[in-house]
Nanobody, 126 residues
Framework: QVQLVESGGGLVQAGGSLRLACAAS????????VGWFRQAPGKEREFLAA????????TYADSVKGRFTISRDNAKNTGYLQLNSLKPEDTAVYYC???????????????????WGQGTQVTVSS
């Protein structure tokens, strides 16, 4: 069982930045693909970004491409999502997710992931 804990959310003005972190409880974090999702009130959970176990490949949703950057530090068992140029419509609860995967495929669907964090709130004011 892998536990994921997100941190780094908060209140920021439009145009600002935040860096979200996802700390994993497993020492084999380097064998897990990681994804980031968000869910705004009344909306479905939305894929944002994914990264392979090695960090060699990433993929992004069109809505965040060029503004958000996914990364990971396997030595620290932690994944990251850098949020830049934030907009009020980015307001949501942000979740990280992980699945055991040593391939080069990036997973973009909710059902692809085995483990989820509890979420961290990001609020962007106008």
């Amino acid at each position: 069982q892998v536990q994921l804990v997100e941190s780094g959310g908060g209140l920021v003005q439009a145009g600002g930045s935040l860096r979200l972190a996802c700390a994993a409880s497993t020492r084999t974090f380097s064998s897990y693909a990681v994804g980031w999702f968000r869910q705004a009130p009344g909306k479905e959970r939305e894929f944002l970004a994914a990264i392979t176990w090695s960090g060699s490949s990433t993929t992004y949703a069109d809505s965040v491409k060029g503004r958000f950057t996914i990364s990971r530090d396997n030595a620290k068992n932690t994944g990251y999502l850098q949020l830049n140029s934030l907009k009020p419509e980015d307001t949501a609860v942000y979740y990280c997710a992980a699945r055991y995967a040593r391939g080069v495929y990036n997973y973009t669907n909710n059902n692809d992931y085995e483990y989820w964090g509890q979420g961290t709130q990001v609020t962007v004011s106008s």
